[in-house]
């Protein structure tokens, strides 16, 4: 299952099935779970752990030194990911810095397309998807479902909520609440993620709850003071909501607006 030309570090653990394909170098320090292949040219460095079913296509770059000036190599500086996570060519993901927690970490079955970069000390969420080109810089977290377009470009230190959505070539400099699709530089809300919550199965009734909390916080010439009121009194009938709550209340950068 490892290419004759592929060089694996004695010290690796790659379970029995896991294939590498050719001049692919995988380093010391390094974990691999069944059922992921690894195609050729990739450059694979510890200490990572890389889960089962994962499909790394050719010239990925997982697991190097983050792009950190402070980074001296000492201190704790690693990288997890999950199950049935797919990286395209050319996708690079760092590990992280002992000023940023340590670990940088994706979940699972996310799909990244070719030429994506995950930085140092990024928590990247389950079911998202990274459309060619999007770029996380240090410190930023991605949760569940959200979907970036094409040439995304997002600030460290930044947030994107659950099922939130980013148009091509944003640049996103502030917090994205859950369900908000943004678009421009700098980025901009625009309207509800409608379709990509439909897909997801939530209720027409949810939907509408989600719909006058935007138009609370964006169309109603309401100060966010006053906008968070209005969606404290929806909060307890609909979940959904509640968690829009929380997100901005714990907002650090402030969210686009």
């Not at 694979?44 to 889960?51: E, Q």
């Not at 969420?125 to 996380?136: C, E, I, M, R």
């Amino acid at each position: 299952m490892i290419d004759p030309s592929a060089k694996v570090d004695a010290s690796a653990k790659l379970a029995a099935d896991v294939e590498v394909g050719p001049w692919t170098y995988i380093g010391p320090g390094v974990e691999i779970g069944a059922g992921t292949r690894i195609g050729s040219h990739c450059i694979i460095k510890g200490p990572t752990r890389i889960g089962r079913n994962n499909r790394v296509f050719s010239f990925c770059s997982i697991g190097d030194d983050p792009q950190d000036k402070k980074f001296s190599g000492v201190g704790e500086s690693r990288l997890e990911i999950g199950d049935g996570n797919t990286m395209r060519e050319y996708c690079s993901i760092n590990r992280g810095t002992p000023q940023g927690g340590g670990v940088t970490r994706l979940g699972d079955d996310n799909w990244l397309m070719a030429y994506c970069h995950i930085a140092h000390d990024c928590k990247v969420g389950n079911h998202t998807v990274f459309a060619n080109n999007a770029t996380l810089a240090g410190h930023v977290e991605i949760h569940d479902f959200v979907i970036l377009g094409g040439f995304t470009g997002v600030h460290q230190f930044c947030r994107m909520g659950e099922s939130s959505f980013s148009a091509i070539a944003a640049a996103v400099v502030r917090d994205v609440p859950p369900y908000v699709i943004v678009d421009g530089n700098q980025a901009a809300p625009r309207s509800i993620n409608r379709e990509g919550l439909k897909r997801r199965g939530f209720s027409p009734e949810s939907i509408a709850a989600l719909k006058r909390a935007y138009r609370a916080l964006y169309r109603q010439g309401n100060s966010l003071e006053d906008a968070l009121k209005l969606l404290d009194a929806e909060s307890a009938a609909f979940p959904e909501v509640a968690r829009l709550l929380d997100f901005v209340r714990n907002s650090v950068r402030g969210i686009v607006r």
